[in-house]
């Protein structure tokens, strides 16, 4: 492997000829018409083509072009399913794309444990394909699950209608092989919980590839409910609505999800997919309850209870799967559906407090009329998780600036009542900007401290998250000399 | 001026007393700040003088984990004690964190909620709770401390204050120092203010319980662990040698629910099980009846579910107690004191070879250098972890030496 010349970082042509003869040439993209398709993730808004493009067919493939960048301290981009909606696989112009989506192997699938072992790229809706037969499933179920990967899952911290009872990915990884900034092929974490040290696992999740590469995974598996039954009702306004989402939690019921729709949402989701949902609804409350039979059946009479108590005017049950995905369905094709009603959207992603959820869907619903842009709105209410959906036609000239700035206002009242700027769809390039405004300069810096100890070169994903890089202390394996408490022979194991 | 006098300008102070011992080691003050900005003048004092700090809450459990290296300075966070907000509309709880979590629950109950987080020696603090993962019998059903907090308020070394998460449950905003942070045993900073996702408190509780022979433990575990039942908690207990094993599973929920899948449940166990108080689950195996026995060295032992009921057996065999969470995999043990590196080295590679690991928590009266306490040869991405250290605390004064390979 050729050296980095001094202290000069080198280019993506260096980082390929180390690669060439090592991987096969298929892997490598270099062809500018083939790099195009990789300039964008879930976030078209933002497109950079990237210099090199390495299909990762095998663990040995990530490290090693992991460690030809690192070699030249080239920057590299991790890739899944490209889903993200916050633009963090966005590649970088000089930089390496590493794409995990060809590592799809299904390692292993132990229900005597309750675990998955799978590769990175394996779409998140097949582990729990694989599971169903023996009574399993993988909890976490983004909108996204048919297409987006583990890996990526993993990157972002990924949630779903469902994380209200079941947690987020967070809650169900346990081990993870890695290769670090550094080309070091590390395993984190133990097939059982608590492993001893630092949660390095739990640091990794979520750290949207700005840590390593995750090239394995061992995940949580979760018993598959014994009942399920799931409601749909309807309100003549999301005040109603949520009053409603409030009284069930109030009752102490913790329903494997709570979904809000509002008007907008309801006559997009009905163009696209004519999902029948009660006519004449300003808002739709979906509700799933699921567990042991009775417990179900009793929480259900107080659901029922409640939703007409605060004035629901239909409700359906359904008790069978067809049913059940026929609710659903309106639900999860919200946001491709708004391309009905609308040329261009932006899909946000904030969360507030449940119990401000009243105050601050009236305030998005000023704001929307002061500056003349419609906003759909799509929530998982159970954990105050907004989706608001801000529609605009971009070739009508101001509108898209508008359209930002609605968007840009909604964040700032989330952070007004206490919450974040998201929930779920990660920072990413998107929302480094306003991460300022939710954390200060040391808090900021002190989060930095964990990419410091991981990648200590930053270019793992560089310009990602947090708008400015951490300059890293020396390396403890860096020292020229012995380590100041050996030093001064109090401590040897160093 | 004194060292007592210049801390006792920044907060209030106290002479250490002989109870202030940290594994024999004595601090020359214990400071006991009473806000987030007290403990951050006091480490900025200390970092600036060099001097090592341990962070200490009930004190439950200073022996743990391996002897500072050195040690100065014990900051106490028990006047840390308020609750800030209990936001029950949104379930969440930000609290100090020397609090202490029976008081905590007290505040909590009042409007029918609950911190699912087992106090299993009684007088823990929020604080040390969550710098120990501390966790019992309800993990199986909400995880542990690491998965119900959701936002942090650090001192680190130097006094730089900073903050991680927020006060909502969904939140994927900047790195979770919340993981990173529990379990850390207050090497990377001092915990002040914590923020945690709370549960309702349930109509309904009841444990079903049966004894059965070691070798036929698989069963019944097995029966439950698959159900559809959604146990809270399943539990086993054996003393170590010959002799029954018990097995207990808790159920919450609403009367009618609890009380049908507990009938189902009795199913499950196989004959003999009945309904008990099961208040077992809630000790620690080397807990006396209010002591803790000094000639027993106390373990934590994880393994992968499907060899809990091997793992039982093998401590059977060794006369090791056991007892722990059949449904989550962690189990805690009480080995006798004669051979206990034998022991602990042979159990060790099982628990590894099974997809687990071992600590040892405590062993009372042996000098704990001899022994690999953390097994920090068999702990992956050590090297990371040494530099996590190095960056939150680059001079090395925070409890230098506690934890996992010399950290
Ligand atoms: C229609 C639609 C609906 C969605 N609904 C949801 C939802 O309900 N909930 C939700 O949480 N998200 C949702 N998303 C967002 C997205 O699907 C998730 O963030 C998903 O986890 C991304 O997976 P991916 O494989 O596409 O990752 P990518 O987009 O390829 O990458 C995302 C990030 O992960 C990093 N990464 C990818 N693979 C690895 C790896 N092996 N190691 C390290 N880093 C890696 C990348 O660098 C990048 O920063 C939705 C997206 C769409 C388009
Ligand atoms: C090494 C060790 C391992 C343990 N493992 C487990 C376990 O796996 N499961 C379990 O249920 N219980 C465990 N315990 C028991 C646990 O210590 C007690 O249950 C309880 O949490 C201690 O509470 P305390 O307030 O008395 O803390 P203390 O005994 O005062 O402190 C315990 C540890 O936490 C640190 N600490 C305390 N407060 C803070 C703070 N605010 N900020 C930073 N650090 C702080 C201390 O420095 C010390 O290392 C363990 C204890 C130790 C020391």
Same mark, same amino acid.
């Given at each position: 492997?050729?050296?980095?010349?001094?202290?000069?970082?080198?280019?993506?042509?260096?980082?390929?000829?180390?690669?060439?003869?090592?991987?096969?040439?298929?892997?490598?993209?270099?062809?500018?018409?083939?790099?195009?398709?990789?300039?964008?993730?879930?976030?078209?808004?933002?497109?950079?083509?990237?210099? *090199?493009?390495?299909?990762t067919d095998t663990p040995e493939y990530v490290r090693r072009a992991v460690q030809?960048?690192?070699?030249?301290?080239?920057?590299?981009?991790?890739?899944?399913?490209?889903?993200?909606?916050?633009?963090?696989? *966005?590649?970088?112009?000089?930089?390496?794309?590493?794409?995990?989506?060809?590592?799809?192997?299904?390692?292993?699938?132990?229900?005597?444990?309750?675990?998955?072992?799978?590769?990175?790229?394996?779409?998140?809706?097949?582990?729990?394909?694989?599971?169903?037969?023996?009574?399993?499933?993988?909890?976490?179920?983004?909108?996204?699950?048919?297409?987006?990967?583990?890996?990526?899952?993993?990157?972002?911290?990924?949630?779903?209608?469902?994380?209200?009872?079941?947690?987020?990915?967070?809650?169900?990884?346990?081990?993870?092989?890695?290769?670090?900034p550094e080309g070091e092929e590390v395993t984190l974490g133990t097939r059982a919980p608590d492993a001893p040290g630092y949660d390095l696992v739990g640091a990794f999740v979520g750290s949207e590839g700005t840590l390593g590469v995750a090239t394995g995974v061992t995940v949580r598996l979760v018993r598959l409910p014994q009942e399920v039954r799931?409601?749909?009702?309807?309100?003549?306004?999301?005040?109603?609505?949520?009053?409603?989402?409030?009284?069930?939690?109030?009752?102490?019921i913790v329903p494997a999800a709570i979904e809000i729709m509002d008007a907008l949402a309801i006559e997009a989701a009905e163009a696209a997919v004519s999902c029948g949902y009660p006519e004449g609804a300003g808002a739709v409350l979906v509700v799933e309850l699921d567990g042991p039979a009775q417990e179900v059946a009793h929480e259900f009479d107080a659901v029922e209870q409640i939703c007409h108590t605060e004035g629901c005017f239909e409700l359906r049950v359904a008790t069978d799967a067809a049913d059940r995905a026929a609710i659903w369905k309106g639900r999860k094709s919200a946001f491709a559906a708004v391309g009905r009603i609308s040329p261009d959207y932006i899909v946000q992603d904030g969360v507030v407090p449940r119990t401000a959820l009243p105050q601050v869907l009236r305030r998005m619903t000023e704001i929307s009329a002061e500056k003349g842009v419609r906003v759909a709105n799509v929530f998982h209410a159970g954990d105050g998780n907004l989706h608001p959906l801000v529609l605009f036609d971009g070739s009508v000239e101001g509108e898209t600036e508008r359209a930002e700035e609605v968007s840009g206002?909604?964040?700032?009242?989330? *952070?007004?009542?206490?919450?974040?700027?998201?929930?779920?769809?990660?920072?990413?390039?998107?929302?480094?900007?306003?991460?300022?405004?939710?954390?200060?300069?040391?808090?900021?810096?002190?989060?930095?401290?964990?990419?410091?100890?991981?990648?200590?070169?930053?270019?793992?994903?560089?310009?990602?998250?947090?708008?400015?890089?951490?300059?890293?202390?020396?390396?403890?394996?860096?020292?020229?000399?012995?380590h100041p408490l050996q030093a001064q022979g109090l401590a040897e194991i160093f | 001026m004194s060292l007592l006098d210049e801390l006792g300008a920044l907060c209030e102070v106290r002479e250490p007393w002989p109870g202030d011992l940290v594994d024999g080691l004595r601090p020359q003050v214990v400071a006991r700040p009473a806000s987030t900005a007290e403990t951050s003048e006091v480490m900025r004092f200390c970092h600036e003088r060099g001097l090592a700090v341990t962070v200490r809450g009930g004190g439950t459990k200073q022996t743990w984990g391996m002897p500072p290296a050195r040690l100065d300075v014990i900051v106490e966070t028990l006047r840390m004690d308020q609750v800030v907000e209990h936001a029950h509309g949104d379930l969440i709880a930000t609290v100090g964190t020397g609090l202490r979590l029976a008081d905590l629950d007290r505040v909590l109950r009042e409007n029918g909620q609950q911190l699912i987080i087992d106090d299993l020696v009684g007088g823990s603090t929020i604080g040390g709770a969550v710098a120990t993962n501390q966790s019992g019998p309800r993990r199986m059903a909400v995880g542990a401390a690491r998965d119900l907090l959701i936002g942090v308020t650090v001192v680190r070394a130097d006094g730089t204050v900073a903050k991680s998460g927020g006060k909502v449950v969904k939140n994927v905003a900047g790195y979770d120092l919340c993981k990173l942070l529990t379990g850390s045993f207050g090497t990377l900073g001092v915990l002040t203010e914590v923020t945690f996702r709370l549960h309702p408190v349930t109509a309904a509780s009841q444990w079903v319980s049966v004894d059965v022979d070691p070798g036929e433990l698989a069963g019944p575990v097995e029966r439950v662990l698959h159900s559809q039942l959604v146990p809270t908690a399943l539990e086993v207990d054996h003393a170590g040698g010959t002799g029954p094993v018990r097995v207990a599973a808790l159920f919450t929920g609403t009367e009618e629910g609890v009380a049908s899948r507990v009938t189902a449940a009795k199913e499950l166990l196989g004959a003999g099980a009945g309904e008990t108080d099961a208040t077992?689950?809630?000790?620690?195996?080397?807990?006396?009846?209010?002591?803790?026995?000094?000639?027993?060295?106390?373990?934590?032992?994880?393994?992968?579910?499907?060899?809990?009921?091997?793992?039982?057996?093998?401590?059977?065999?060794?006369?090791?107690?056991?007892?722990?969470?059949?449904?989550?995999?962690?189990?805690?043990?009480?080995?006798?004191?004669?051979?206990?590196?034998?022991?602990?080295?042979?159990?060790?590679?099982?628990?590894?070879?099974?997809?687990?690991?071992?600590?040892?928590?405590?062993?009372?009266?042996?000098?704990?250098?001899?022994?690999?306490?953390?097994g920090s040869d068999s702990v992956g991405g050590l090297e990371i972890m040494r530099r996590v250290k190095h960056e939150f605390d680059p001079t090395g004064v925070l409890s230098v030496g506690r934890f996992v390979g010399g950290i």
């Open positions: 492997m050729s050296q980095p010349q001094g202290d000069t970082a080198g280019t993506a042509a260096d980082v390929l000829e180390d690669l060439r003869g090592h991987l096969p040439e298929e892997c490598l993209i270099t062809d500018p018409t083939r790099l195009a398709a990789y300039d964008c993730d879930g976030l078209a808004a933002y497109r950079v083509q990237p210099a *090199l493009v390495v299909l030809a960048c690192a070699a030249h301290r080239v920057p590299f981009v991790a890739r899944g399913s490209g889903t993200g909606l916050s633009g963090g696989a *966005l590649p970088h112009a000089d930089g390496v794309l590493l794409v995990t989506s060809r590592l799809r192997t299904l390692h292993e699938i132990s229900a005597a444990d309750q675990r998955a072992v799978v590769d990175p790229g394996v779409i998140n809706l097949q582990v729990s394909k694989a599971a169903n037969p023996e009574g399993y499933y993988f909890a976490p179920d983004p909108s996204s699950q048919q297409i987006c990967s583990i890996g990526g899952n993993v990157a972002e911290n990924s949630g779903g209608a469902h994380c209200l009872k079941y947690g987020f990915t967070a809650n169900h990884v346990l081990a993870l092989d890695v290769v670090t799931t409601i749909l009702a309807g309100f003549e306004d999301t005040d109603q609505a949520g009053a409603a989402t409030s009284a069930i939690i109030a009752s102490g206002a909604i964040l700032d009242l989330c *952070l007004e009542h206490g919450g974040s700027i998201t929930g779920e769809h990660g920072v990413g390039a998107d929302k480094a900007k306003h991460m300022p405004k939710m954390f200060t300069a040391d808090d900021l810096d002190t989060q930095q401290m964990v990419r410091c100890a991981f990648d200590p070169d930053g270019i793992a994903n560089p310009g990602k998250v947090y708008p400015t890089p951490r300059l890293c202390g020396e390396r403890p394996g860096r020292h020229t000399g012995p | 077992w689950t809630g000790r620690f195996p080397w807990l006396g009846d209010d002591e803790p026995s000094t000639d027993v060295a106390a373990l934590k032992l994880t393994c992968q579910l499907s060899s809990v009921p091997a793992l039982v057996q093998e401590t059977a065999r060794r006369g090791v107690a056991v007892r722990g969470s059949a449904g989550a995999g962690v189990l805690y043990a009480a080995a006798p004191m004669t051979d206990l590196a034998d022991t602990v080295a042979g159990l060790r590679g099982w628990c590894l070879r099974h997809g687990g690991s071992l600590v040892v928590l405590d062993a009372p009266g042996t000098d704990k250098t001899t022994l690999d306490v953390w």
